[in-house]
């Protein structure tokens, strides 16, 4: 299946083997869409604006549901979870595809609401592997806009409570924009040049346990330098990450600047650098996504991670970061070796131009923002001017008097 998305517009088309292909329909959000992905076989699109769409590929159904306005999302097997600007979580459940039996809406389910209502701006869910009859042990870490990191779980013997919350973390200042609970850490990034904070998490029997509880583990920044007017795909083709699966070491792909060949490659637990990765034909990378590809048939055989870098000269470049993370792996952990040091910073922000003037010269004059400012500081240096004495300027220098001593003029800023 092949979805694509323009403007509030879907297409959707079955790709076989052969080079067949099929096209399944065309459908409409009626808002832009910010967010298209597949749920097993089901289509979902998502618009900020509090719009869900669904196509359902048994009964080809397209359906829309309008709720609050979502701020964050995320899926766990069958289940999309939404997080909202109102501060409540919802969730629908692809497999049953619930409708509401009054109107054939699509139903969406309230199942958590932030004590202090602040917007949910980040999700990630954990389905740990202890499965009863009753359901799975769901475990869900949020973050708000307020900087908040909280964790909620829900117990398969409480499954019709609701969930109950765990832990709150408040060590962030900015708005969450990223959090990962995974098997053995809790990660989360916030705005504030993608200031990131980790945990350890316990766990007991492969759920999470309170004894000890979560404990500190890092505190390092990603940063990241996006140009002021980018275009829309930009952020979609440059995420930081974390990449990998939960139960295994997930990293983060720095890229500093927008215009470089080069990106960092950091374990997402501790900040540590992977490995460089630097464009075989030092042409920029101007995307990169991270994908997990299925191993062989043969016993033994274990899935591969490849980062994918697309370039400014329209080739795609393959890199095999399995082999990096093992290398890593036996590698000594005690170098400090993170982000980029203070002279490749340097060299990175040589490549770069750092003004948000497009002119191959300096501009002469002052910015509008500065200009009440320049006025002032050229007044009293016109004073400063006036009063001291000419002696040691050459009439009619620059910055100097004419014979007219009260005639004072700024001939250049």
Known sequence: MLAVAFGSMIRLWCCQDDSLRNEIGTFDLGVRVDSLFFIGSQLVATSHTGKVGVWHAVTRSWQCQNIQPISSYDTAGTFLLLGCTNGSIYYIDMEKFPLRMKDNDLLVTELYADPSQDAVTALSVYLTPKITLMGNWIEIAYGTSSGKVRMIVQHPETMGQGPQLFQTFTVHRSRITKVMLSEKHLVS?????????????????????????????????????????????????????????????????????????????????????????????????????????????????????????????????????????????????????????????????????????????????????????????????????????????????????????????????
């Open 189 to 413: 990034v916030c705005s504030e040049s993608n200031h990131v904070r980790t945990w350890n998490v316990t766990r007991f029997r492969g759920m999470l346990s309170t004894q000890p509880g979560s404990t500190p583990l890092a505190s390092f920044k990603v940063l990241s330098l996006d140009e002021p007017d980018c275009h829309p795909s930009y952020p979609v083709g440059n995420d930081i990450g974390p990449y990998g699966d939960r139960e295994d070491q997930q990293v983060f792909i720095q890229k500093v600047v927008p215009e470089t060949d080069l990106l960092y490659v950091r374990v997402s637990s501790t900040g540590h650098r992977v490995c460089e990765i630097r464009s075989v034909d030092t042409s920029f990378i101007s995307c990169f996504s991270v994908h997990e590809c299925e191993g062989s048939s043969r016993m033994g055989s274990r899935p591969r991670r490849f980062l994918f870098t697309g370039h400014s000269n329209g080739s795609v470049q393959i890199w095999d970061l399995t082999t990096a993370l093992e290398s890593y792996s036996k590698s000594d952990k005690t170098t400090d070796l993170a982000g980029p040091s203070h002279e490749e910073l340097v060299y990175l922000m040589g490549q770069c131009d750092l003004s948000s003037s497009r002119c191959t010269t300096p501009s002469l004059s002052p910015a509008t923002s500065l200009m009440p400012l320049r006025t002032n500081q050229l007044r009293a240096s016109s004073n400063h001017l006036g009063n001291r004495s000419t002696e040691d300027l050459p009439l009619g220098a620059e910055g100097g008097h004419e014979e007219n001593v009260n005639d004072v003029r700024v001939t250049h800023c």
